[in-house]
């Protein structure tokens, strides 16, 4: 049992530590948030009713793509993180880069690649996912120089000792 010293010694002598919970707590909230909210609405060509997925050691790895596009939109690609598990699961990474996207057209030929021009630290990083939080990667690209056509988005989580690839087809029209 704590004394009333030890008591308020624990609610009111930490209030750095209850600023970073805080923090914590409404960071993974944002995170949840913008997975599920960017869900909403977002039909897919290969699933009418759920995006790719792939679940592996109860995390669930979801990837969305903006169905279809005008040429003068930009896309959206999001890859969701989810730990479905009833414990903290964490993700090793050989590197900074976490993740990359990529598109190519139906000749096999890569039209853009978010990492193309960017460089990583090469160094072990471990992502700690709490129990039922979400994490989401989200970029976008334009399509303006892009003719009409069907495309394959990849995203792919640069975990390791295996990385995992997900993929997904979408169109531009004119």
Not at 26 to 46: H, K, N, P
Not at 128 to 148: C, H, L, N, V, Y
Request: hydrophobic share 40%; proline share 5%.
């Amino acid at each position: 049992m704590l004394s009333m010293s030890e008591r308020n010694n624990f609610f009111t002598g930490k209030p750095v530590n209850t600023i970073l919970v805080l923090l914590l707590f409404f960071i993974l909230f944002m995170l949840v948030l913008s997975c599920t909210l960017s869900r909403t609405g977002i039909s897919q060509e290969t699933s009418k009713d759920q995006p790719p997925a792939k679940v592996i050691d109860e995390i669930e790895f979801t990837f969305v793509v903006d169905p279809v596009k005008t040429s003068s939109e930009p896309v959206k690609l999001e890859l969701c993180i989810e730990n479905k598990s009833a414990d903290p699961k964490k993700l090793t990474f050989n590197s900074a880069q976490k993740y990359d996207f990529w598109v190519i057209d139906s000749s096999g030929s890569e039209v853009w690649r978010w990492s193309h021009d960017k460089s990583f630290l090469q160094i072990i990083e471990e992502l700690q996912i709490p129990t039922a939080a979400k994490i989401a990667f989200i970029e976008s690209f334009e399509t303006k120089d892009m003719t009409s056509g069907t495309y394959t988005a990849y995203g792919e989580v640069m975990a390791s000792p295996a990385s995992i690839l997900l993929s997904d087809r979408f169109e531009i029209k004119k």
